[in-house]
Nanobody
Framework: VQLQASGGGLVQAGGSLRLSCAAS????????MAWFRQAPGKERDFVAS????????YYTDSVKGRFTISRDNAKNTVYLQMNSLKPEDTAVYYC????????????????WGQGTLVTVSS
């Protein structure tokens, strides 16, 4: 599975961005998809995940109510809609995939995209 993340950019606090993660090489229908982020000098942290059907999602507490993860299996694409962005959301965002079961640790995921930078100015 090859993952390609896109959609990052510079936005003012309170603004919105939508990240996309397009997959190739294999259908995503049996994969759990997740977004992680890594701020400068910090570890890579879990943001959100979605199961294969889209019926089960998980979010880290700091983004609940502001971010929404979704997927379109027909397009082999996963999205992260980010609203009410804050400066502390600034990071490189990575999409990741693993089969069947969700997880919140980077080591649990087998496939990674290259990352897309999100910068939120105050």
């Amino acid at each position: 599975v090859q993952l390609q993340a896109s959609g990052g950019g510079l936005v003012q606090a309170g603004g919105s961005l939508r990240l996309s993660c397009a997959a190739s090489g294999r259908t995503l229908s049996s994969y759990v998809m997740a977004w992680f982020r890594q701020a400068p000098g910090k570890e890579r942290d879990f943001v959100a995940s979605i199961n294969w059907s889209g019926g089960t999602t998980y979010y880290t507490d700091s983004v609940k109510g502001r971010f929404t993860i979704s997927r379109d299996n027909a397009k082999n694409t996963v999205y992260l809609q980010m609203n009410s962005l804050k400066p502390e959301d600034t990071a490189v965002y990575y999409c990741a995939a693993r089969q069947y079961y969700s997880g919140t640790y980077p080591s649990q995921y087998d496939y990674w995209g290259q990352g897309t930078l999100v910068t939120v100015s105050s």
